[in-house]
């Protein structure tokens, strides 16, 4: 996964123009593998700025990494059930505050 998404970022397509050009060039450009990819990286920075933030708990890159590919795995996971018209039942594991992952108050 690291060699692709790797070769993928440093492309010289992408290194032109705001962030904002290149991530649409990204997406005009790559298959949903690839975008699954860069999506979970993206998403894992953020999450990783939010709770340095928020809550003061610093992860090592390293650490960034494992969440960047269990993330991206679960993305593929999922969007590999949904081509085979198989929908996983919801998981019913508080989120925050009672809350179900599908919204619903369990309280």
């Given at each position: 996964?690291?060699?692709?998404?790797?070769?993928?970022?440093?492309?010289?397509?992408?290194?032109?123009?705001?962030?904002?050009?290149?991530?649409?060039?990204?997406?005009?450009?790559?298959?949903?593998?690839?975008?699954?990819?860069?999506?979970?990286?993206?998403w894992c920075?953020?999450?990783?700025?939010?709770?340095?933030?928020?809550?003061?708990?610093?992860?090592?890159?390293?650490?960034?990494?494992?969440?960047?590919?269990?993330?991206?795995?679960?993305?593929?996971?999922?969007?590999?059930?949904?081509r085979?018209?198989?929908?996983?039942?919801?998981?019913?594991?508080?989120?925050?505050?009672?809350?179900?992952?599908?919204?619903v108050?369990?309280?």
């Open positions: 996964m690291a060699v692709g998404l790797s070769q993928l970022l440093e492309n010289p397509a992408y290194q032109d123009g705001t962030v904002a050009d290149r991530v649409f060039g990204m997406c005009r450009n790559e298959d949903n593998a690839m975008l699954g990819r860069v999506s979970s990286l993206f920075i953020w999450h990783n700025r939010n709770d340095k933030i928020w809550n003061d708990n610093v992860q090592s890159r390293s650490q960034v990494g494992r969440m960047v590919f269990a993330v991206w795995n679960e993305w593929f996971t999922v969007h590999q059930l949904r085979q018209n198989f929908v996983p039942i919801e998981d019913p594991r508080p989120v925050r505050g009672g809350e179900t992952r599908g919204g108050d369990k309280m």
